[in-house]
């Protein structure tokens, strides 16, 4: 059997013909007359497209247009044409929306729509966090939040808390053979692993394959650069590559891991890491991206290494039967090359438990959704009043991201005073010679860059530094 | 009476439902093709050779079309020199240079790509100073306008300021993208269906570039997913593509740009630089003035020229200026052609003299709202009431003007006779508590050292009214059915700012029925011919006079009708309810209305308004140009980050003047929209052209509008009490386009807090966008250190 199964709006769905790359939202468009979900950017940052997509792990909000079909496979969708109740009464959050005259050109409303009542059935009221991935234009968002915040009153409908359990839909879900295999054009079937070890032979015999979990990067090769990777994994099903393990040594973090996961799970032991990761994308992108995708696509503005790099991780890397394990920052080579050979991909990363100092400094133009001018993570340990360890790392400092060697080694072994961060600063003229670009000149950088290291020694002795906590 | 009521939009219940239908929504005809533009890839240069082949090889390709296919075609709404496709030379790395008509959007776009096309590159102008150097310009020189003897007024001033402040372009990001579709009809008709806030322009360059009579083609409009300016002129291009590859192909052909040929091909708000010098008094009043406003057109005239003249008419904004000049340079150059956006030249005048207000306070050291104050027009009330009985209406902090003083004039010679600004500004400081906190802002960041609270009040006077007075017409057409249902139609368009149901709300006040019985139906060049685009604020001013006319001419004739039957006047009759009540008897409205067909009476009229009181002549710079002012008022609070420049908005409090209302709900949404909009031109919103002229923000990814966490943590918006002295539909004010000013207070705010990082000593003249990278240049320097 070659189809891939789910659940439109609680009807059954297998589809054989369809292009692996095709996505969602194209497909709800043409094929099903579904025009609901919209099309803002074919990027995945405005949220017009904004689906409700359950599994067995829950119900999340993801971007109909990078979302390519075969990830869907025995899953429930369900577009804004499917929120209201059968007999016709809106969803709360619908209902809201019109009462709180949250709705003027209505184009980004579906997104909303459809987020919105993820948000609802999940209880998230964090509503500022949880919709930064949906772009208005007309209303300044107030009556949006507003609407947001009347629909928590109500209860979620009955008919969607079933509609969205897994126990209750999955058996709909045709299943036959659980595995999709999707044909379009010439190009070969799309490989859906059953296991990690699954995934390793085939990909050590597949060397030139594009490994797609989120679908959040590559999805833009597709709709922004046109292109048509074959051939292809889609990885995101591996349950033996997901998840966060927790032993007395280490926390191990499995490469599916998506970046939603990993915000609740990394919250108790490194706060200021789970804050980066907060602002990472939107609750749309967290929900399909993963730490390996992070990792593995060698952007120098992504914004786990650094983190990752300042807590001392470890990369474990896997071809075929072979596995190494690599320190994080030694992955990354120069700008567009890693420590990957063809065939490897990325298991898991790795870093020692220790005492929390990690502070992770996300600069951008926009808080929320944007991607960093530069993200510097500061991990500074003091002991007696005397720098003891220091690892510092910078993405979008260089092309890669890249520890400030340089800027450590002024740090150690000296008292932990302002005296002694400022005559580190020099030394970040060593490490880094970065880049003007769209984001921010090579000046501000290097001065913020330089910045963000008196930022966390203030942070340090309790000088209030962080504006998004300062209240009215 | 439906008029005055907070009622929801009228589209609310399809919006949430998904049902809403825009133009790439509408299920096209079998056989329906696709269409994308090749771009150009430089910014100035001859075309020396196009290789087409592989385009006209790609997968689904029909037809490629270059400019000798398409002839002289054209799609500029004012100097008709904006050539569909590249004429030998491009003039913006983005324009289009051929066209691709293929089986679908993505085979058109990926053949797009496959064009092979060199260019012997010639000098690009991409700044002031470039094109300042090679007189690059529309017009023969610049604007001058000029009042007084400003040169003598500053040189006798106690106090002289001096400074620049440059200001940014901004994309309109409307959500949905630009999309059009063409239909051919038999005979070589065309119906067009697209996303424009002018369908009479559409109609109009579609029947050039057809070379039909405009009769020929129909163009509908239901909704648009946003426009804010950025539809007035800019669709022209895909609906004369669609409707030239339709009529070479012979089927239904259409074009919707991605997002990110969307920000590559199409005008963005002017960039301005702004050079200024002012003389003023003791208390920071203005005595004399100059302004140099530069404007970055880019490399069409488009709608530049009144863009530009509205920014010399807001560069008084709330201020008399006794004696000024304004000197406007309408420069051209080699990027996208800067077109209209929500505010259209006056949010860049405005911020010209709002930046200057600043200054002159940090110069004298004086709290800005005391020196925005002393520099207030004359209220309007002062000149209404005699000697001795003038009653006070500023506050403590204003101070009185003689009431026996004649009112002001503003540099253009119109007489400022309904500002309210004295009052509303009183009203404002106090609901927002502004004086004491800007105390409290002043402890709070002594105690501070990396984080610095600032404050500002910034006022909006903005002017309604087309400049181009002819313009300041609208058209309806209304027809009621024997069933008492009512269709509703005018030339206005709805892009998202409630148009649709003030106007509906103005229909059923007339006739005195639900809005239920009112059907909003798709603006429709063959219902309402000849309209002006729905723009400049003016949609439910225009047309919501022209509906109210229309509604009561029917309304008349079915007066008429029943006051025959019962021997009375028709002005016994009364609409009300549903009702058509005459003396002793009442009839439903659908009663009401058979009567009066089988009184052979038509229930089909049109409507027709003209703004009065208008006179401009625009080379003088002089007379009146608008039939009104809006007011309103914003104070801001932001914090910034003295290591980083990150900075948000903490608190804003809104008092703004829509007049008596139409819609009380409606309008606070597009002032807490347009306020956010505001402060997105003015902070996170960056466009960025590199050295070569090449768009480097072209999608979402790169060029940031306010997300959701960016709004005001606290924001309080209320509407001023009161109504327009003009006799404006129900006594409203126009409110689409003025509070995106009040997104001023945002820059003002962020340069206090700059400036709290100083010793008083140096200005902040903190430039826009405010980016965390500019904010941290302002900081350095206010610290002693230089630029970068």
């Keep these: 059997m070659s189809e891939i199964a789910f659940l439109l709006n609680g009807t059954p769905m297998r589809l054989a013909d369809q292009p692996a790359t095709r996505s969602l939202l194209d497909w709800l468009r043409e094929e099903r007359r579904l025009a609901g979900a919209k099309e803002g950017c074919n990027e995945g940052d405005c949220g017009a497209c904004t689906v409700m997509v359950s599994d067995s792990r829950g119900t999340h909000a993801l971007n109909a247009c990078i979302l390519f079909l075969p990830q869907l496979h025995g899953k429930a969708v369900r577009t804004v044409e499917g929120l209201g109740d059968p ?236 596995r190494r394990a690599i320190a994080l920052e030694d992955f990354f080579i120069e700008y567009g090359k890693q420590d990957r050979a063809p065939g490897e991909f990325v298991e898991a990363v790795s870093f020692p438990r220790q005492q929390d100092r990690l502070r992770c400094y996300k600069i951008s133009k926009r808080f929320d959704q944007d991607i960093s001018a530069l993200c510097g ?86 000088t209030p530094v962080n504006v998004l906590e300062v209240a009215p | 009476m439906s008029v005055h009521k907070p009622l929801p939009h009228d589209s609310a219940r399809l919006h949430v439902t998904g049902q809403a239908r825009y133009v790439d929504d509408i299920p096209v005809p079998a056989g329906t093709l696709h269409l994308a533009f090749g771009l150009a890839t430089v910014s100035h240069g001859r075309i020396t050779a196009m290789d087409l082949a592989a385009v006209r090889a790609a997968p689904g390709v029909v037809a490629v079309l270059s400019a000798e296919d398409v002839g002289d075609a054209d799609c500029s709404p004012s100097a008709h020199d904006e050539p569909l496709l590249a004429q030998g030379v491009v003039h913006y790395a983005g324009q289009p240079v051929f066209l691709v008509v293929a089986e679908s959007h993505l085979a058109a776009r990926k053949a797009a790509r496959l064009g092979q096309v060199s260019y012997q590159e010639l000098p690009a102008i991409l700044s002031v100073e470039d094109a300042l150097a090679a007189d690059s310009r529309f017009e023969d020189g610049p604007r001058i306008w000029a009042r007084g003897e400003p040169d003598a007024a500053i040189a006798a001033a106690p ?55 405009q009769h020929g083609v129909r163009v509908e409009v239901r909704r648009m997913g946003g426009g804010f300016g950025g539809k007035e002129s800019q669709g022209n291009h895909l609906a004369v593509a669609c409707a030239l590859a339709a009529r070479a192909t012979g089927r239904p052909c259409k074009l919707r740009y991605d997002r990110d040929d969307d920000f590559l091909i199409t005008g963005k708000r002017h960039a301005f630089r702004i050079d200024y010098r002012a003389g003023a008094d003791e208390a920071g009043r203005v005595l004399g003035i100059e302004f140099d406003q530069y404007a970055l057109c880019g490399w069409s005239q488009d709608l530049s020229l009144p863009v530009a003249d509205r920014a010399m008419l807001h560069a008084d904004n709330a201020y008399f200026l006794p004696a000024a000049r304004i000197v406007s340079h309408r420069l051209k150059t080699n990027t996208q052609s800067a077109t209209a956006f929500r505010g259209f030249g006056g949010p860049q005048g405005m911020l010209g003299i709002e930046r200057v207000m600043d200054h002159v ?271 309103g008022a914003a104070v801001s609070e932001v914090v910034i980050d003295t290591l980083s420049g990150e900075h948000r908005i903490l608190r804003t409090d809104i008092l703004h003047d829509a007049g008596a209302s139409l819609n009380p709900a409606l309008d606070i949404g597009q002032i807490e929209g347009g306020y956010v909009q505001g402060a997105g031109w003015l902070t996170s919103e960056e466009i960025v052209w590199d050295g070569q002229g090449r768009l480097r923000t072209h999608a979402p990814s790169t060029y940031k509008i306010p997300a959701t966490g960016d709004r005001p943590r606290l924001f309080n918006v209320a509407l001023w009490e009161g109504e327009n002295r003009e006799e404006t539909i129900h006594r409203s004010k126009a409110v689409g386009e003025p509070p995106l000013m009040l997104g001023i207070s945002v820059l003002m705010a962020l340069s206090e807090a700059v400036a709290a990082c100083g010793d008083g000593s140096v200005y902040p003249a903190l430039d826009a966008p405010a980016t965390p990278e500019r904010v941290l240049m302002a900081v350095r320097r206010q610290r002693g250190g230089g630029d970068a």
């Design chain 1, 87 to 322: 007999d016709g009464t809106l969803h709360p959050v619908q209902q809201a929306m019109i009462d709180q005259h949250a709705s003027q050109c209505g184009f980004c409303t579906p997104g909303f729509v459809a987020a919105m009542a993820v948000n609802h059935l999940n209880g998230e009221s964090d509503h500022d966090t949880a919709l930064a991935g949906n772009l208005c234009r007309c209303t300044g968002y107030a009556p949006i939040i507003r609407a947001a915040e009347a629909a928590a009153c109500h209860p979620v409908p009955q008919w969607l808390r079933q509609a969205t359990d897994p126990a209750i839909f999955c058996p709909k879900i045709s299943r036959g053979e659980s595995r999709a295999s999707v044909t379009g054009g010439s190009a070969p079937p799309p490989f859906i692993p059953k296991s990690s070890d699954d995934l390793a032979q085939w990909f050590a015999e597949n060397p030139q394959a594009t490994l797609i979990a989120g679908a959040t990067d590559v999805g833009l090769w597709v709709t922004k650069q046109l292109r048509e990777p074959a051939p292809l994994a889609f990885i995101a099903g591996l349950d033996d590559l997901r998840g966060v393990t927790l032993t007395d040594s280490e926390i191990r973090i499995g490469a599916t891991t998506t970046l939603a996961d990993l915000h609740k799970a990394i919250a108790p032991h490194h706060p200021s890491f789970a804050e980066l990761i907060r602002r990472f994308g939107s609750a749309q992108v967290r929900a399909a991206a993963t730490i390996g995708g992070n990792i593995a696509n060698g952007s120098p503005i992504g914004d786990t290494p650094p983190a990752l790099i300042a807590l001392g991780a470890m990369l474990h890397l896997r071809r075929g039967d072979a």
């Design chain 1, 377 to 462: 993570c500061f991990n500074i340990s003091v002991e007696n009043g005397t720098v003891s360890d220091a690892r510092i790392a910078f993405g979008g400092m260089a092309g890669t991201p890249k520890r400030a060697l340089a800027v450590e080694l002024e740090l150690i072994g000296n008292s932990w005073t302002i005296e002694t961060a400022e005559a580190a600063l020099p030394a970040f003229d060593e490490d880094f010679q970065p880049i003007d670009d769209m984001r921010a000149s090579a000046s501000y950088r290097l001065e913020t860059a330089r910045n963000l290291l008196l930022r966390y020694f203030h942070e340090d002795q309790g």
């Design chain 2, 159 to 213: 106090h002289v300021i001096e400074g620049r402040i440059e200001m940014g372009a901004q994309e309109h990001f409307y959500l949905e993208g630009h999309a059009a579709l063409a239909l051919p009809q038999e005979d070589g008709d065309m119906v067009i269906c697209c996303s424009s806030q002018h369908p009479s322009e559409i109609q109009h360059k579609v029947a050039e570039a057809l070379g039909i009579a």
């Design chain 2, 361 to 631: 306070a940090h110069k004298l050291k004086l709290d800005p709202l005391a020196v925005r104050r002393a520099n207030y027009y004359r209220p309007a009330e002062a000149a209404k009431t005699g000697p001795g009985t003038a009653r006070r209406v500023t506050g403590p902090h204003s101070p009185q003007p003689p009431a026996t003083q004649a009112l002001q004039t503003t540099p253009f010679g119109q007489i400022v006779e309904d500002f309210i600004l004295h009052e509303l500004t009183d009203k404002l400081a106090t609901q927002a508590d502004y004086a004491a906190r800007r105390v409290a802002i002043t402890q709070w960041n002594r105690a501070s050292p990396v984080l610095k609270k600032g404050i500002a009040l910034t006022p909006v006077k903005f002017g309604i009214s087309f400049t181009l007075t002819h313009l300041n017409q609208a058209g309806a057409l209304v027809h009621v059915y024997l069933d008492g249902s009512i269709h509703l139609n005018h030339g206005g368009t709805e892009m998202g700012q409630g148009l649709f149901q003030k106007v509906a709300q103005v229909a059923a006040g007339v006739f005195g029925v639900g809005l239920d019985a009112v059907k909003i139906t798709a603006t429709d060049t063959g219902k309402v011919p000849n309209t002006s685009a729905t723009a400049a604020s003016s949609g439910s001013d225009l047309n919501g006079m022209a509906v109210k006319a229309a509604c009561e001419t029917i309304r008349a004739r079915i007066a008429g009708v029943i006051a025959a039957r019962h021997q009375c006047a028709p002005d016994d009759i009364r609409f009300t309810d549903g009702q058509v009540r005459a003396p002793g008897q009442d009839y439903s409205f659908a009663e009401a209305a058979t009567l009066t067909w089988q009184a052979r009476e038509s229930l089909s009229a049109t409507g027709f308004y003209r703004t009065p009181k208008l006179e401009w002549d625009r080379i003088r710079g002089h007379g009146r140009p608008f039939f009104y002012f809006a007011y």
